[in-house]
């Protein structure tokens, strides 16, 4: 899966950028009276995971830790498709997908990114129109997402990670360029140009600054650098995150009331949870469990994969790592080092003569931006 990064390398967190500017909107909706606070509530969209999946899941935690499922909708629905190019017909399927693990004692996270080429077995589910949608014994784990929906998606990681998924927040194409100009666009630094035709991402080497659009294909190019992989894309979504939390750092936003509801209302408007966090007061309270988490006390890491033997265009999670890094955020325990210092290289940051060759194993996981 190409080089391999040595030793920890320390994360910005990436969940907290949505949380934490929430705190600031409740302080304006405080100024600005019940009418405000009501409109952004009404802005979220919701979705009730345990009253579909009922008692057949694994148990909560009774210790203080909690998981969440993070994903990236690539729906092309409304304002999603002049965004997102490709088709998928009138399915949607999670494009990203990130298990966020927060510990006992709420001072560090783990998250780890679920690449969707991989290969795992899907649960029985119920799909949009009520039908009942049959177990499979090998099925890409971003298709449980386009046959049931954000329930089936919960149920299927968590049949994966052997974890309850305790909350779930959605974040579609559109939501995530609303969000990007919200905040005025981002910076990011490649040291390799970027051509990518499926994504339309056109960068030289350098800095550049990105608005919605071009941060979104930023997230979502494959071919354009590196080995075309999926893994390599992850690592451009984790670069993303580093550059959203820097950019909403220099904001100042708690000094500027318009600036923070502008921001509250794009965030608001990008979000669909689970039933239990659909209120500005749910998402402010879990803002406030996570503020012990900085920098250094979040991981984040991609699933260990390699080839399915039986299809080389797709991925099946690698054993014993796989099942080490479930076993340890079961246990409330960090990610294993093993895992940690097996992660794959960010191809922004990859030298020109590292990018110039490719290992013909790597092209089994090139595909479209789609």
Same mark, same amino acid.
């Given at each position: ?11 910005? &967190? ?52 909690? +998981? ?7 729906? &092309? ?14 399915? !949607?399927? *999670?494009? /990203? ?26 649960? !029985? ?9 049959? !177990? ?47 905040? #005025?666009?981002?910076?990011? /630094? ?12 056109? @960068? ?12 979104? !294909? ?7 650098? #590196?080995?075309? *992989? ?16 820097? &950019?909403? +750092? ?12 502008? @921001?509250?209302?794009? @965030?608001?408007?990008?979000?669909? /949870? ?31 994969? #390699?080839?399915?033997?039986?299809? =080389? ?5 690698? +054993? ?13 325990? =960090? ?17 020109? *003569? ?17």
């Amino acid at each position: 899966m190409g080089e391999h990064r040595k030793g920890r390398t320390p994360r910005r &967190r990436g969940l907290r950028i949505v949380l934490f500017a929430l705190v600031g909107v409740v302080l304006v909706v405080a100024g600005l009276g019940g009418l405000a606070y009501w409109k952004l509530n009404g802005n979220l969209h919701s979705v009730d995971i345990s009253g579909q999946l009922g008692s057949a899941r694994p148990p909560a935690s009774t210790d203080g830790s909690f +998981n969440l499922l993070v994903l990236g909708s690539d729906s &092309r629905a409304g304002a999603n498709g002049n965004l997102a190019g490709g088709d998928t017909g009138d399915t !949607a399927r *999670s494009d /990203t997908a990130m298990v966020v693990h927060v510990n006992q004692s709420h001072t560090a996270a783990s998250v780890v990114s679920i690449p969707r080429d991989t290969l795992v077995a899907r649960p !029985a589910c119920t799909g949009a129109d009520g039908k009942a949608v049959p !177990a499979v014994r090998s099925a890409m784990y971003n298709s449980a997402f386009e046959v049931g929906g954000p329930a089936c998606a919960v149920k299927t990681t968590e049949q994966l990670t052997g974890m309850r998924m305790d909350h779930f927040v959605e974040v579609d194409f559109a939501g995530f360029a609303s969000l990007i100009d919200a905040i #005025g666009g981002v910076d990011v /630094t490649t040291t390799v140009p970027i051509s990518d035709q499926d994504s339309g991402l056109h @960068l030289a080497a350098g800095t550049h600054h990105l608005g919605g659009q071009q941060a979104l !294909a930023f997230v979502r190019t494959r071919h354009g650098v #590196g080995d075309g *992989s999926d893994l390599g894309r992850i690592e451009l979504q984790k670069e993303m995150v580093k550059a959203m939390l820097g &950019r909403v +750092n220099t904001l100042g936003l708690a000094t500027d009331p318009v600036a923070m509801w502008n @921001l509250g209302d794009k @965030l608001t408007k990008s979000l669909t /949870t689970d039933s239990d966090l659909a209120s500005v007061s749910s998402l402010v309270g879990l803002a406030q469990t996570l503020k012990q988490i900085g920098p250094d006390q979040l991981t984040m890491v991609t699933l260990p994969v #390699g080839y399915a033997p039986s299809d =080389p265009n797709r991925v099946v999670p690698k +054993n014993p790592d796989a099942q080490q890094l479930w076993a340890a955020l079961r246990a409330d325990q =960090p990610v294993p080092t093993s895992v940690v210092s097996q992660q794959p290289n960010n191809p922004a940051e990859a030298s020109p *003569s590292a990018t110039a060759s490719v290992n013909p194993g790597e092209a089994a996981l090139r595909g479209g931006a789609e």
